[in-house]
């Protein structure tokens, strides 16, 4: 070694992101890897790979690094009894960063499908491995590394493409052209056209203009391949908590479980900051982590998860029913788990349409935080979601006002969380108050409210609106052959009964519980009639479902062959 060699300085462990594994805990991952000796400059994983394995360093240094053209800019560096690796080693994401050995040493790697194994069966391994996993990607993403988005804020296009890869917590950077000169002069180094954007840049060199998000989903590992002539035990359309659930406890009984989702895991349970009364949670839990460990679980037992993939129609059947897809595709499932949830409702006043691509949002996380950080915003609504979104923003913002048609906070809040807002300094709230109109031609610049009793009306300067009014069933897809209330929920049990016999269908057969009035088509979480709107709700809709299912499964038997046991 050159004696002017200077050590590379560790990263130092955030929160539990870099954890050293004890003596005992690397024995037992020696029982399912390979040691194997390694030389400063060898190449453990690049930038762009689709699979990797799980390295753990015994001795030597690795650094992790992330290539902008001829620049290398060093993410980590790690040394004995570290482990590598973020939250894309459990879900089969492309790899952002290459791992690159700075010192010689050993270094002892292990399958992917083993850590899979250790992270679901190992209850204090595992969760020192997920927990560590999954604060890296936030670390991550809180440091702009990944992908690049080159684009201008003004372009619906840049906005589709940072929501889509926020919702599913994708760490990217993005480059604002209309802000950052060294990003238009990169664009015209290219010779790419302002036509052309946004730009997507992924590791280690592939250039995407203007890619749809299932093409950009494509290329990191999100959207699954399926066959046409596949027959599924359960089409799962919708991953919310209701949807991963199903999912989770249909794959986790050997049932072949597809999930179909058009935006990100969660649903909008995904979006929120903070759930406060999910039961074992008393400090709560963030939506986005509650999405992923539900999508590692759904995943290891084997649930194939597709992201984007909506459905936009269904053709009920005998035996199996034929969902069409968007693309073009269709995918068949001998039982169908509708959990798609509800869209979220919109504001109807003039400069709405215009502005909302670029300046209005519906979820409050992270992203957006650092999206609006330092401009005076506005959020509308007096439910839960618009409170939780309020405490969480104003850590960011300078000034948040808060527009509530009701006349106390309280009315539809949660007392804990008007009893917060109404301590906050930076944060006004106006009571019997709705928005009237957006202002801003490209960009969002104020918005104009109205007094309800007293007609006034005010201008408030914003940047960005959050908007929390409530939301509809996501069920116009489903045609006429699913019955639906007068609310556009979907009818189960008892209510869909009628609606069957009347249809003729099911062979006199009464639906069962979550069975809609189609057979084999079940509804599960707020898309149901009659539903509660808690995450808990959901969940217990969603794994409900599966022993449902099997009983559908069991009437598909042919004669004499029963259909296999599940606990």
């Known amino acids: 070694m050159p004696s002017d060699h200077v050590p590379l300085k560790e990263t130092p462990d955030l929160q539990g992101a870099y954890p050293r594994l004890s003596r005992s805990q690397i024995r037992a991952l020696e029982a399912v890897g390979t040691k194997r000796r390694v030389k400063a400059g060898d190449v453990l994983y690049r930038e762009g790979d689709r699979a990797c394995d799980f390295f753990v360093i015994l001795s030597g240094v690795v650094k992790v690094v992330q290539h902008n053209g001829e620049e290398e800019r060093v993410v980590g560096v790690h040394g004995p009894r570290r482990f590598l690796g973020e939250l894309g080693l459990l879900t089969g994401q492309a790899v952002f960063f290459t791992a690159v050995v700075a010192e010689d040493g050993e270094v002892l790697e292990v399958p992917v499908h083993e850590l899979r194994r250790i992270v679901t069966h190992d209850s204090i391994l595992g969760d020192m491995i997920l927990r560590a996993l999954m604060l890296r990607r936030s670390i991550l993403i809180g440091m702009g590394a990944g992908l690049r988005i080159i684009g201008p ?43 052309e954007c946004p730009v997507a840049f992924l590791p280690p060199d592939k250039v995407l203009r203007n890619p749809s998000n299932a093409e950009l989903a494509r290329e990191l590992g999100l959207l699954v391949p399926g066959s046409p002539d596949e027959i599924c035990d359960i089409v799962v359309v919708g991953a919310g908590p209701a949807g991963l659930a199903a999912s989770v406890y249909g794959a986790s009984e050997g049932l072949t479980t597809v999930v179909l989702e058009c935006v990100a895991a969660g649903g909008q349970a995904g979006t929120t900051s903070r759930i406060e009364n999910y039961l074992g949670f008393p400090a709560g839990i963030s939506g986005a982590e509650l999405a992923e460990r539900a999508t590692i679980q759904a995943e290891k037992f084997g649930a194939r998860l597709s992201i984007p993939c909506e459905a936009v129609g269904l053709e009920p059947g005998e035996n199996d029913h034929r969902l069409m897809l968007s693309d073009g595709s269709s995918v068949r499932g001998r039982a169908v788990v509708v959990s798609c949830g509800v869209q979220y409702r919109k504001l109807r006043v003039p400069g709405y349409d215009r502005l909302e691509p670029v300046s209005v949002y519906y979820a409050a996380t992270q992203i957006e935080a650092q999206l609006c950080r330092g401009d005076p915003v506005v959020a509308a609504g007096g439910g839960n979601s618009a409170g939780q979104a309020t405490l969480f923003l104003s850590r960011f913002v300078p000034k948040l006002t808060l527009v509530v048609r009701e006349h106390e906070l309280s009315e539809n809040m949660s007392r804990y969380l008007a009893d917060r807002i109404e301590q906050l300094e930076n944060v006004e709230v106006l009571l019997h108050t709705e928005v009237r109109e957006l202002i801003g031609d490209e960009v969002l610049e104020a918005v104009i409210v109205e007094d309800t009793e007293t007609g006034e009306r005010r201008r408030l300067e914003a940047r960005s609106l959050f908007v929390f009014i409530g939301a509809e069933p996501h069920t116009r897809w489903l045609g006429e052959d699913v019955a ?47 539903s509660i709107p808690r995450v808990s709700a959901a969940v217990g809709d969603g794994a409900t479902t599966i022993r449902l299912v099997h009983q559908r499964l069991a009437s598909l038997s042919p004669p004499g062959l029963e259909a296999p046991a599940h606990t």
Do not use: M
């Open 153 to 195: 804020r003004s372009s619906p296009g840049t906005r589709r493409l940072r929501d889509f890869l926020a919702r599913n917590r994708i760490p990217h950077q993005w480059l604002d052209t209309e802000a950052d000169p060294g990003a238009a002069e990169l664009l015209r180094t290219l010779a790419i056209d302002a036509e």
């Open 484 to 530: 639906l209330d007068d609310g556009g929920y979907i009818l189960t049990g008892q209510a869909a009964a009628p609606l069957r016999r009347e249809a003729g269908l099911g062979h006199g057969a009464e639906p069962s519980l979550l069975e809609t009035s189609v057979p084999g088509v079940f509804a599960a979480g707020d898309v149901r009639s009659g």
